[in-house]
């Protein structure tokens, strides 16, 4: 059985950064795409990022240039660094193992002053 467990969330102030990670267990993610969605105060999930096994990535429009998604296959994570946060960042993150369509729990990302 597949477990996503994200970390890293918390409290930032615009303009701030975060890195949030994700760390599987269960399964190899050495195999397989990982994605980063979140899902904001009454909106649905939308997708944040794709690291896919060859190392290139993937970003929503929202996030490009800000956003950094990576991982390290030796340590069965993934990582999103995020940079230059803004109020509209404000979500529940998730990750997801696309080969078993797997979700973690989350992790709240909150932007405020």
């Known amino acids: 059985q597949v477990q996503l467990v994200e970390s890293g969330g918390g409290l930032v102030q615009p303009g701030e950064s975060l890195r949030l990670s994700c760390a599987a267990s269960g399964t190899t993610i050495r195999f397989s795409p990982m994605a980063w969605y979140r899902q904001a105060p009454g909106k649905e999930r939308e997708f944040v990022a794709v690291?896919?096994?060859?190392?290139?990535?993937g970003y929503a429009n929202s996030v490009k240039s800000r956003f950094t998604a990576s991982r390290d296959n030796a340590k069965n994570t993934v990582y999103l660094q995020m940079k230059s946060l803004k109020p509209e960042d404000t979500a529940v993150y998730y990750c997801?193992?696309?080969?078993?369509?797997?979700w973690g729990q989350g992790t709240q990302v909150t932007v405020s002053s």
């Open positions: 997801r193992h696309r080969d078993t369509q797997s």
């Open positions: 690291i896919n096994t060859d190392g290139s990535a």
